[in-house]
């Protein structure tokens, strides 16, 4: 089967409610890129599946120092494209509220790069029903706190969630489920990571949820006076959302997910981003 060239398009960065989509006025460019698609084999042209990620979840998908887009999701989606004769992919990053919006608009395919799997996004969208991966997130304290853990300790405390992310409705079904114990959810829509962390460091919030995976490079770069605790709050699988209408291209890369899987690709790549085989469960 042949490999194709990936055409990386640029950053995106289109608000919530822009339903501009994303297309290259370089007439050039675009013929440089039919050219590279092109399927010697069969002689005919592969469709281009317009893939959207934010490109800021390291280690999963992000950029370089060069500004190309990298990371575990890039590493799989080309395995799997090497099994997809018919089809190829294209990349876009999006900003996080740009996600939805886009895939269902049509501007994107499909979403990859750190998806949690929710029922509400399996009602709304083709879901495949395999797991591309896990992520754990654990509290983000200040270094003087050796008494919070996780959220049972978490009561009254302030903490900061954009909505739109999995651990927001983690997080509000356990207060729901311990209102005796309900934490302050900060409610801050595009939230990073780093800036919740320092939120906890100037006194802002009392605890961060921070992916286990980004703590260490979030602390390399800002040295704050906080720890992350050891106990893990919250666990999401991860998926790719695709658009109802690719009913045929969500058959045939939920096989060839399966088969990267089972092959042991997904285990090195694991290996390879993450330094732990998030497959071996």
């Not at 290259?24 to 050219?35: I, K, P």
């Amino acid at each position: 089967m042949k490999k194709f060239t990936k055409a990386l398009v640029g950053s995106l960065c289109i608000a919530a409610m822009a339903l501009t989509g994303c297309s290259s006025s370089d007439s050039g460019t675009e013929q440089e890129n039919t050219e590279s698609t092109e399927n010697t084999e069969s002689g005919t042209e592969p469709e281009v599946i317009k893939v959207g990620a934010m490109a800021t979840q390291k280690p999963f998908i992000y950029t370089d120092e060069d500004d190309n887009i990298i990371g575990f999701d890039i590493d799989m989606m080309n395995a799997i494209d090497e099994r997809l004769e018919d089809y190829t992919f294209e990349y876009q990053d999006l900003q996080f509220s740009a996600l939805f919006v886009s895939l269902q608009t049509g501007d994107v395919d499909m979403l990859t790069g750190g998806i949690a799997r929710t029922p509400e996004r399996e009602a709304e969208y083709i879901v495949p029903s395999i797991n591309s991966g896990s992520e754990d997130s654990s509290l983000v304290v200040l270094a003087t706190d050796t008494e919070t853990h996780t959220f049972e300790e978490m009561g009254g405390k302030k903490i900061p969630m954009d909505p739109g992310r999995f651990e927001y409705g983690e997080m509000v079904a356990w207060n729901e489920a311990n209102p005796d114990k309900a934490m302050e959810i900060v409610e801050m829509s595009d939230v990073s990571q780093a800036e919740s962390m320092k939120m906890v460091a100037d006194g802002r919030a009392d605890a961060a949820l921070v992916y286990r995976t980004s703590f260490d490079e979030i602390q390399s770069q800002l040295n704050l006076p906080v720890r992350m605790d050891d106990a893990v709050a919250t666990r999401q699988y991860f998926c790719q959302l695709i658009n109802n209408d690719r009913e045929e291209f969500a058959k045939a890369y939920e096989e060839a997910l399966q088969s990267v899987i089972d092959d042991g690709t997904l285990s090195e790549l694991s290996e390879k981003w993450l330094g732990y085989d998030m497959f071996a469960e």
